[in-house]
């Protein structure tokens, strides 16, 4: 059964606004029509339109300040721009303004109907992928490791055969390459699973009161202790326990906490009942511990004793092929904890994504993505809505000064160059068609706007 949607159409021309509404009615669709920008926000407001389809040159208030307003209002509802001009410089800022898509007048009825089907059911799909993030927020299922890496894949394998044992884990590598989901992974694939998954960041306490964290404490035990506490150790019984920058642990905790290894046992602070615990330890740490035994700044037998088993994530320069995956990832998590139905990244914020080294790897990548959407007011990623140090990518030569003095520019302007005569060629092929160009490209409709506008194509 064909979906009827409520179409807010806002045009002045009294004409057009009769015919679009004669051909949705048509269609099985609720058309609402308001003839200027300010009527347009009043029943935006009352009735809420599933899409709107507005003018922008209109008296009172045009199409643009109009859908400013109802951006701040319902990220999620699809904003159609028609315009009689077909200006490069307005239909990017447009787009950039929130709008999904434009028409330029007087345009094709059938290229209209497929835009508002594309529109409607790209809103559909988000609702459902948003729906399906809440229902797995909870859940570590391996896919929750996202990679196309060879490397990656192979040691989420040995992952989920170290899950079904109890040896203790120890995880090394840069900050931000993903340690903690590995941990959260076996623990939620292991068949200690419905038992506690504990977390503690060893060098963000004191060593006192790390060491009450981890052990608990009598009433009594030091000033301040008025009522028995339950350390990690016995909080975390059936579960595990995960030490996160285990190499800044101080020395008397690393004695206390090999006896746990070895016997599965401890006592309160202040206490004297010896407490039995059934726990598997996973370690992580940025830092060389193997180095840290040698200089005498870590014990050697609890080296050993966390180090059954070794796991260390790939950096992400060091899996490229994985920028993109991740950074569609993160637009769709961040867009849709703000309430944002941002669709794609630019061909050019997806390349400066991808030549950047990632020093902060996967928690870097994120973090600009987030930023990116929060600043982003239209539907696509541009670069300039990434953090500044990125977009500085634009401006670094990737080639020798022997090589610029050989040809005379950089790789940039060699490769824009060519990127201008290519979409140049595409458009007088296809009769300046930018649809089909597009199309041939490889790249959204919004992506050929905004890339015109770079290379000022008219």
């Known amino acids: 059964m064909k979906k009827s949607y409520r179409i807010l159409i806002v045009d002045d021309e009294e004409s057009v606004r009769h015919m679009l509404t004669a051909v949705f009615t048509r269609d099985g669709h609720q058309p609402i029509c308001a003839e200027d920008g300010q009527q347009a926000l009043e029943l935006f407001k009352q009735q809420t339109p599933d899409i709107v389809l507005m003018d922008i040159r209109m008296p009172k208030l045009n199409g643009m300040e109009a859908l400013q307003v109802m951006r701040q209002t319902h990220q999620s509802i699809p904003v159609i721009l028609m315009t009689a001009y077909a200006a490069i410089e307005t239909a990017v800022e447009a787009l950039r303004l929130g709008a999904f898509d434009y028409v330029i007048k007087p345009f094709d009825l059938d290229e209209l109907k497929m835009m508002i089907g594309r529109a409607m ?7 459902e992928i948003n729906l399906l993030h809440r229902a797995l927020s909870d859940s570590y299922q391996w896919d929750r490791i996202l990679t196309n890496s060879p490397k990656m894949m192979e040691l989420c394998k040995d992952t989920a055969k170290i899950a079904q044992s109890n040896a203790s884990v120890l995880i090394t590598g840069e900050s931000g390459t993903g340690k903690e989901l590995i941990a959260k992974a076996i623990h939620y694939n292991s068949p200690r699973a419905k038992g506690p998954f504990i977390k503690i960041n060893c060098g963000a306490l004191p060593e006192s009161l790390l060491e009450s964290e981890l052990f608990g404490h009598e009433k009594g035990a030091f000033t301040g202790a008025q009522t028995q506490r339950q350390g990690l150790f016995e909080r975390a019984n059936q579960g595990t326990l995960l030490l996160d920058e285990v190499g800044e642990m101080p020395h008397n905790l690393q004695v206390k906490l090999l006896r746990v290894l ?5 006592e309160r602070l202040g206490g004297s009942q010896t407490i039995k615990t059934d726990i598997r330890l996973i370690a992580a740490t940025n830092r060389n511990l193997a180095a840290m035994v040698e200089q005498g700044e870590f014990r050697q037998d609890l080296f050993y004793r966390l180090n ?15 920028i993109a995956l991740l950074a569609q990832h993160f637009l769709q998590k961040f867009s849709a904890e703000n309430g944002k139905e941002i669709v794609e990244l630019d061909p050019s914020t997806l390349a400066i994504l991808e030549s950047y080294p990632w020093p902060g790897n996967v928690r870097e990548l994120s973090n600009a993505i987030e930023r990116a959407v929060i600043m982003s007011t239209g539907f696509i990623i541009f670069p300039d809505e990434l953090p500044e140090h990125l977009q500085q990518q634009l401006n670094v030569p990737h080639i020798s000064e022997t090589v610029h003095t050989l040809i005379g520019h950089t790789l940039k302007e060699n490769l824009k160059a060519y990127e201008r005569e290519l979409i140049c060629t595409a458009l007088a092929n296809n009769q300046g ?21 770079e290379h000022r194509i008219d």
């Open 121 to 127: 059911q790209l809103r559909e799909m988000k609702q």
């Open 262 to 266: 070895q016997e599965r046992e401890f």
């Open 433 to 453: 068609n930018r649809v089909q160009t597009a199309r041939v490209l490889g790249i959204s409709r919004r992506a050929l706007m905004y890339k015109l506008q």
């Open 308 to 322: 059954v088993i070794h796991l260390s994530p790939i950096p992400l320069r060091e899996r490229p092929e994985d």
